[in-house]
């Protein structure tokens, strides 16, 4: 039941904009976060069952990558959207925030090794972590703290709207709600997506998160706790 609870709030989380699903990484405040720059999903229960029966296992479990950034760790060591990751240097990934934390415990440039299952069977993949660019730091540090910000729309306001509040995160016990507009960050001011995700990269994740935000036509201010 955890694991399905789990699964539908990431999917309503990370289903959007640039971080589509998660980005994988993880949080560590005094060195670069690992990346390898693939786009992940938890399974759902129907997927479960389908990889137990195929592969033969006793349990379907692990994590999809949806999409394979280009020019990035998992490209060049060979990642294929669809791969279904098992495992991390032999300990078996269950859901996405398991393989965050594995990975952000391994650290930036260190080299790792992932079982993943294809449709032709199972494979081992070397991949060679790298430190997370900046834009993608700030939209991971974000998700951290339980929001996500839209993308413009072509012919929209570029102003950094939240898009998702993920259950139970430290956002949504702050209030905060779909469609607020996000107009400073720790007393910084953001008027674009691209503003915000620069000032959510200075962030950490050890201190409570100050926002300013506009909704409706009032001006509010709401503190997030550390996650």
Excluded: C, Y
């Amino acid at each position: 039941m955890w694991r399905r609870q789990w699964a539908l709030s990431l999917a309503r989380a990370f289903l959007v904009a640039s971080l589509g699903v998660i980005l994988v990484a993880s949080a560590v405040d005094a060195a670069p976060w690992a990346w390898m720059g693939v786009r992940i999903r938890d399974l759902a229960e129907q997927e479960m069952d389908d990889i137990a029966k195929r592969h033969g296992i006793r349990e379907g479990f692990g994590v999809v990558v949806v999409e394979v950034m280009e020019g990035t760790p998992a490209e060049r060591a060979g990642l294929k959207n669809g791969d279904l990751v098992v495992a991390f240097d032999e300990r078996p990934v269950t859901d996405t925030r398991l393989l965050q934390r594995l990975i952000g415990g391994a650290g930036a440039g260190q080299d790792v090794h992932l079982t993943i299952l294809r449709a032709e069977g199972r494979k081992r993949v070397d991949v060679r972590l790298a430190a997370m660019p900046r834009p993608v730091l700030g939209e991971r540090i974000a998700a951290e703290f339980g929001f996500l910000v839209r993308e413009p729309e072509p012919a929209g306001s570029a102003a950094p709207t939240i898009s998702v509040v993920v259950r139970r995160s430290a956002a949504e016990r702050a209030g905060l709600e779909v469609s607020d507009v996000v107009l400073e960050v720790n007393e910084q001011a953001v008027a674009t997506r691209e503003a915000l995700r620069e000032a959510m990269a200075d962030v950490s994740l050890e201190a409570p998160l100050r926002l300013t935000i506009r909704r409706g036509g009032s001006r509010l201010s709401v503190t997030l706790r550390a996650p």
